[in-house]
């Protein structure tokens, strides 16, 4: 069966260091992946997307990037985090078939804190 | 472009009461249609979905079903649970852009016993 991993749970920052979050996916090939942000009491917003190594779609101007460095491996990174930054970030995996429509399966979040 | 709209939280009910949680969309295409439920701390869960027009979903004694004319997918229990406290949200995923989903803005919800 199909896992996903996210680390850490739950990070406090200074203002300006810099941010690494992971994600990890196994027991399946080649899933498209995702990054979201939820701010309190917010709802989510798509930051970034993958369909493949090396492939990174952004959704929306940021402080942010991400990579994929592999095929199942996610990674959200900033060079010198903001207030702003602070939020739940979620990974989340799909495939794409016609039978999936896109069902997106989500880890367990990282709650940043960003002080 | 596409979008989904949500009722505005807090629902507070007593537990066994009637739910409903209201979700309309806006699409060019035919989506498919989800809702994900977030409990305390945690990440999102799918807890059902549909793909077509009329189509009903269900799990855990959560319905919705697809309505093409009214656009709308709410979300409906029988009998709410204190355990069904959580944050709720409703999604949906058009063909054109399969690699996204689109997500309102969730409604928390909060049974008391």
């Known amino acids: 069966s199909q896992t996903i991993h996210q680390w850490p749970a739950t990070l406090v920052q200074p203002v300006g260091s810099p941010l690494s979050l992971e994600c990890t996916v196994e027991?399946?090939?080649?899933?498209?992946l995702y990054w979201y942000r939820q701010a309190a009491g917010r709802g989510l917003q798509l930051l970034f997307y993958s369909v493949g190594i090396g492939q990174i779609s952004s959704e929306v101007p940021q402080n942010l990037s991400a990579s994929r460095p592999q095929d199942r491996q996610f990674i959200l990174s900033s060079k010198k985090l903001l207030l702003s930054d602070s939020g739940f970030y979620l990974c989340?995996?799909?495939?794409?078939?016609?039978?999936?429509?896109?069902?997106?399966?989500f880890g367990a979040g990282t709650r940043l804190s960003v002080l | 472009g596409n979008s989904v709209t949500q009722m505005e939280g807090p629902v507070t009910l007593s537990e066994e009461a009637f739910l409903t949680i209201n979700c309309t969309y806006t699409a060019t295409g035919y989506p498919s249609l989800f809702w994900y439920v977030q409990y305390p701390g945690e990440g999102l869960q799918l807890l059902l979905k549909?793909?077509?027009?009329?189509d009903k979903g269900s799990n855990k004694g959560f319905e919705a079903t697809y309505r093409k004319e009214t656009t709308s997918f709410h979300l409906e229990k029988g009998s709410v649970q204190v355990s069904d406290s959580a944050v709720y949200f409703c999604?949906?995923?058009?063909?054109?852009?399969?690699?996204?989903?689109?997500f309102g803005s969730g409604t928390r919800l909060l049974v008391r016993p």
């Open positions: 999604a949906l995923s058009d063909r054109d852009s399969s690699y996204k989903l689109i």
């Open positions: 027991g399946t090939s080649n899933p498209n």
């Open positions: 549909a793909t077509k027009a009329d």
């Open positions: 989340a995996w799909s495939v794409l078939s016609a039978g999936a429509k896109n069902i997106q399966y």
